[in-house]
């Protein structure tokens, strides 16, 4: 069976690896498989992406069934829109935060979640059988470009108006978050300073993916402000990233830590991600929820099956009480709503936090199987407690200090998570991680 799917969705670069034929091929596939119905389609500020969903629109309705324009929208409020509107499929036509030669098609079912992999599976099975799925019959495009101010007046609703003023830096990474994210503030009460909010699909100011290295800018800029906080999102605006008053990039495990306390519950199933800092964990025990572990990109999964209350991962949070989606705006909003009713909550976080957690990313991919025994016998002088296979290959220490290996689901790279309470311990289980994967790399013998 052919593998489409990767972490999220089908991505690629443009003409290259990812071409309008095969997103055709994807897209009349799914609406074969799915059955005559409603199909959403939405996009994001790339060239490319109003093409494909162009050509998803195309081959949508030549298997007879309706295709729902949403128009140019940030990829939650496609999902939002994809289970108002009662779509068996929605395409978020987007490469989130890929690079600007990227593509990509995200896909989601009728209640707004990811597909399942066994729909994934289902998908890929019937795109290797060689025959014509199109039928004689003709859908309709239907135009809703209305779902996208729907979306944003709906998280409006879910929050009462700000108890305290804040003065809000949000970078938007000139995707179509800003379209959102600043306007819902805006309305909860906040006084909003956007940045990067025009949507470009050349990136002008930054690279998509809110990394250290590319909010640099970002960061140099928010003291100079006045602001309170700031936001930065990716570029279809499901990851957000927080920055403190002063431009110190506050780490993701605060961001998920605010955002468990602004759903106010006390009880239920939290999914973390493999790579999510203890500090959530200790958090989320502390709060008196019940904590289970899931892949990355692939909480919702699990939160779905466990009837979860909260997922999150590093720079993506999913409420389920809003939806069953990983959505950026809507922790904004979250977030915003427990610092101003509680001014000092980020600071003492900040204070407080025990934990150093670093990722790094290289530019080769490699079988992360290969690295078990070599990075076992590397890390036993830290005293291994638990070996894991969830997602990748994480070894857990006895002081609490992990080292997790994963091939990205979306490039041709791997990802190394650790985390640690001493910065000198963490720096040298980093360097000997790096070691790991250059020593696969450059000596072949071991990949065969």
């Known amino acids: 069976m052919v593998k489409i799917f990767g972490t999220a969705g089908v991505r690629g670069v443009f003409n290259k690896t990812q071409t309008p034929s095969q997103v055709y091929k994807l897209a009349e596939t799914i609406a074969f ?43 939650p409020a496609l999902a939002y829109g994809t289970r108002e509107n009662r779509c068996k499929v929605g395409f978020s036509v987007t490469a989130s935060h890929n690079p600007p030669e990227f593509s990509g098609v995200k896909v989601f ?15 890929e099975r019937a795109f290797v059988v060689e025959s014509h799925k199109s039928s004689g019959n ?21 929050y009462q108006p700000a108890k305290t003023r804040l003065r809000i830096a949000v970078d938007c990474a000139s995707g179509p978050g800003g379209l959102v994210t600043p306007y819902v503030l805006n309305a909860l009460g906040h006084h909003l300073v956007p940045v990067n909010a025009q949507v470009s699909w050349r990136f002008p100011a930054r690279l998509p993916e809110p990394t250290p290295d590319n909010l640099v800018d970002f960061l140099q800029i928010v003291p100079s402000l006045g602001v309170d906080l ?9 990851r957000l990233v927080m920055v403190d008053s002063m431009g110190r990039l506050v780490p993701d495990s605060l961001c998920s830590i605010l955002a468990l306390r602004g759903i106010r519950r006390s009880s239920g199933t939290v999914v973390l991600s493999e790579n999510t800092s203890a500090s959530v964990d200790e958090e989320a025990r502390n709060l008196g929820f019940r904590v289970v572990r899931a892949r990355v990109g692939k909480t919702f999964a699990l939160l779905e099956k466990e009837n979860g209350v909260f997922a999150t991962e590093p720079s993506k949070i999913t409420d389920p009480a809003w939806g069953l989606w990983e959505d950026g705006m809507n922790a904004a909003a979250m977030i915003a709503d427990v610092v101003s009713r509680d001014r000092t ?14 990722q ?24 291994i407690e638990d070996e894991r296979v969830v997602d990748g290959y994480k070894l857990v220490f006895a002081s609490g200090s992990w080292i997790m290996f994963r091939s990205s689901g979306t ?16 720096q040298a289980m980093i360097q000997e991680g790096i070691r790991c994967i250059e020593a696969l790399v450059y000596n072949p013998l071991r990949q065969n």
């Not at 490039?411 to 963490?426: A, F, N, Q, T, V």
Request: proline residues 2%; negative net charge; contains cysteine.
């Open 109 to 123: 079912g009728e209640n707004g979640m990811e597909l399942s992999e066994s729909d994934e599976q289902r998908i």
């Open 411 to 426: 490039e041709s790279k791997s990802r190394i998570y650790c985390e640690s309470k001493d910065p000198e311990e963490l």
């Open 360 to 383: 790094v990313n290289l530019g080769v991919g490699v079988d992360v199987r290969l690295l078990e025994p070599r990075a076992r016998e590397v890390f036993k002088r830290y005293r």
């Open 138 to 158: 003709f859908g309709q495009i239907l135009w809703n470009e209305e779902n996208l101010y729907e979306y944003r007046d709906a998280i409006v609703r879910r």
């Open 33 to 75: 498989v799915f059955g005559r119905g409603k199909y959403g389609v939405g996009w994001d500020g790339r060239k490319s992406s109003a093409l494909l969903a162009r050509t998803i629109l195309s081959a949508v309705c030549s298997n007879a069934s309706d295709a729902v324009a949403f128009g140019l929208l940030p990829t």
């Open 230 to 238: 700031g936001f930065a999102h990716d570029g279809d605006a499901d």
């Open 345 to 358: 909550a980020l600071e003492r976080l900040i204070s407080d936090n025990r934990w150093y957690f670093k």
